[in-house]
């Protein structure tokens, strides 16, 4: 039964498409994690700070404090 649905994805091209969508899931944690480390480089500890005193305090949502440091960014 095993080989038979083996067979049966190798023929169909299912299994090229397995791969492929793993391989893309890859590059796309990949590229996710580096651009975050890119971007977290990019961003003063200082202005981090900053953003998360003000979401504790409420005068700013997690969302607008996101936009508001991309913003900043050169």
Do not use: F
């Amino acid at each position: 039964a095993i080989a038979h649905h083996q067979a049966y994805l190798a023929e169909s091209g299912e299994a090229q498409m397995r791969h492929r969508r793993r391989i893309k899931s890859e590059l796309e944690a990949i590229l996710r994690e580096t651009l975050l480390r890119h971007l977290m480089a990019s961003i003063s500890p200082s202005d981090l700070n900053r953003m998360v005193e003000r979401i504790a305090a409420r005068e700013l949502d997690p969302y607008t404090a996101a936009e508001t440091l991309l913003a900043s960014r050169p």
